[in-house]
């Protein structure tokens, strides 16, 4: 049995927990409304984006001629992972769901012979494929500085991105990262970027009339397509980041109330004890006195 | 009947502008376009320049780059850099400018840059 001061400590130290959990769930929630409205509003324009250019695609009449990052370079020899996690813990399942979801994929892709190239972004991605991957990340970014992911940052990533594929380093590019559908519920997801998948992302059935070009198709997709990986990456940024906050204010909200429950309890248990010393005086007490 | 067209500008972070109108001339790549209803589909994309929109009420953006689309009198602009012109100030103005002066004099550009470059200037110039 603990000692009355034991117990009191326990409590004060579980209260001052519940404290900072309970300021970081407001944190996160502050953030994530905003981060959510974020998500919302970028939305539109990675869907029409995706639109257009799958309107372009059914247009070519010659793919052989098509631009390499639209159809690919016919092979998948090499396969280019770009990992997108969060830079900071303390948010539930967020940062492991997506590397569990990668590590399946690096499994599958060293299993059928293929090779494996890395990308991370953030460092917790990084920190949790280090030990078994560690030696197929080619490169790491992190923009732990930084307040908010602007669009420059994804151009950034995917100039890179673009710059080892012209360089002839992989044949297919997949983003993995959080999709936030609500508050509660994050799915981990691994989108292929480069070729360019053959769906319509958006909700709209789209009438695909013959389109006029000015100037030609080629030139379109020349321009379009790096700007697309830009916004796919930029997309999956807004993503995450509501994710993270999502993620984040559930998992605070879980540790406030388990605090509170073992709060209770050891309450129940030091007022416990307390009688039972009280009890134990009074014994001694009362049996002192008709000794006397 | 309607002559309108539905007109959106959306940037990566936002819908900037969403409203019906009869006519917007955008600065296409290879000049400027009129777009009125029942236009022919079209995808094209844009110069440094000005989209105007015309309507009871006439509405300026600038621009510096985007990508348009046209069908089903559904006008699409995607772009990163528009600006309403009352929101551009003027320090703002003059220091791209500079900027894209001295970029024109560099060579290490490609003609096809430069030409972006030069119609960025004479439109930021062109603005009061």
Redesign the interface.
């Known amino acids: 049995m603990p000692s009355l001061d034991d117990l009191k400590k326990r409590i004060k130290s579980v209260k001052s927990t519940q404290k900072i959990t309970k300021a970081m769930k407001m944190v996160a929630a502050a953030k994530l409304r905003k981060a959510q409205e974020?998500a919302e509003?970028?939305r539109?324009?990675?869907q029409?984006?995706q639109n257009?250019i799958l309107?372009?695609t059914k247009s070519i009449n010659d793919p052989e001629n098509a631009p390499k990052l639209l159809v690919g370079t016919g092979s998948d020899k090499t396969c280019l992972c770009v990992l997108l996690t969060a830079d900071r813990g303390l948010c539930g399942g967020f940062n492991s769901n997506i590397s569990k979801l990668a590590k399946i994929s690096f499994k599958n892709i060293l299993n059928e012979g293929k090779n494996l190239k890395i990308i991370t972004v953030g460092s917790k991605g990084l920190d949790q494929i280090r030990r078994d991957y560690g030696k197929y990340v080619i490169k790491k970014f992190s923009f732990k500085d930084k307040k908010q992911i602007l669009?420059s940052e994804?151009e950034l990533i995917s100039n890179e991105i673009i710059k080892l594929f012209k360089k002839g380093e992989f044949d297919k590019c997949i983003l993995f990262y959080n999709n936030f559908k609500n508050v509660i519920t994050q799915i981990p997801r691994a989108q292929q970027i480069i070729p360019v998948e053959n769906k319509f992302t958006g909700t709209k059935e789209q009438?695909s009339?013959?389109?006029?070009?000015?100037?030609d198709e080629d030139e379109?997709l020349e321009?379009?397509l790096p700007?697309n990986i830009s916004?796919q990456i930029?997309k999956a940024f807004l993503e995450n980041a509501a994710s993270e906050q999502g993620s984040r204010m559930t998992a605070m909200d879980n540790a406030t109330r388990n605090a509170g429950d073992l709060v209770d309890k050891l309450t129940i248990n030091y007022n416990r004890s307390r009688q039972a010393s009280i009890t134990k005086e009074l014994i001694e007490i009362i049996s002192g006195a008709e000794s006397l | 009947m309607s002559e309108k067209i539905t007109f959106e500008i959306i940037s990566p972070d936002r819908t900037i502008l969403k409203i019906e109108t009869n006519e917007v001339i955008i600065p296409a790549f290879e000049g400027e376009i009129g777009i009125l209803k029942d236009h022919v589909s079209l995808i094209t994309f844009l110069r440094p320049g000005l989209i105007k929109i015309k309507d009871e009420s006439e509405k300026i953006f600038f621009v510096e780059e985007g990508t348009v689309e046209f069908s089903n009198n559904n006008l699409l602009i995607l772009t990163s850099t528009a600006k309403e012109l009352s929101e551009l100030d003027k320090n703002f103005k003059e220091k791209m400018i500079k900027e894209a002066e001295s970029k024109v004099e560099n060579k290490d550009y490609s003609d096809k840059d430069r030409y972006l470059l030069s119609h960025k200037i004479s439109t930021l110039k062109s603005i009061n």
Not at chain 1, 209 to 215: L, R
């Open positions: 974020n509003k970028g539109p324009y990675s029409r984006m257009i309107n372009l669009f994804a009438i009339s013959p389109y006029e070009y000015e100037p379109i321009d379009l700007k916004t930029f």
